[in-house]
Nanobody, 126 residues
Framework: VQLQASGGGLVQAGDTLRLSCAAS????????MGWFRQAPGKEREFVSR????????YYADSVKGRFAISRDNAKNTVYLQMNSLKPEDTAVYYC????????????????????WGQGTLVTVSS
């Protein structure tokens, strides 16, 4: 599967952005999807994940209550709605796809994902 992330930009603290990640292929619903981010000088970190059906979601504590992940399997797209953005949310955001079995996966570690998008930059000014 190939992933194409979009929707990043420069916003002010408190603003909203919605990231999209479009996937190629015909079996999108088989993939668990995740969003990660990497701030300048820092390691890549988990943001959120969603199951193939969309019924299970999980968030990092740092974004819980502000971000919402969703997916539209008919459109082969996963979204990350980001509200109440903070300067510390500034990072390159990556979407990723995983075919690992649920029984052995947490989907919060980058090594659990085999496919990655190119990243989209989100800059939040104070």
């Amino acid at each position: 599967v190939q992933l194409q992330a979009s929707g990043g930009g420069l916003v002010q603290a408190g603003d909203t952005l919605r990231l999209s990640c479009a996937a190629s292929g015909r079996t999108f619903s088989n993939y668990a999807m995740g969003w990660f981010r990497q701030a300048p000088g820092k390691e890549r970190e988990f943001v959120s994940r969603i199951s193939g059906s969309g019924g299970i979601t999980y968030y990092a504590d740092s974004v819980k209550g502000r971000f919402a992940i969703s997916r539209d399997n008919a459109k082969n797209t996963v979204y990350l709605q980001m509200n109440s953005l903070k300067p510390e949310d500034t990072a390159v955001y990556y979407c990723a796809a995983s075919l690992r079995p649920d029984s052995v996966s947490t989907y919060i570690r980058s090594y659990e994902y085999s496919y990655w998008g190119q990243g989209t930059l989100v800059t939040v000014s104070s």
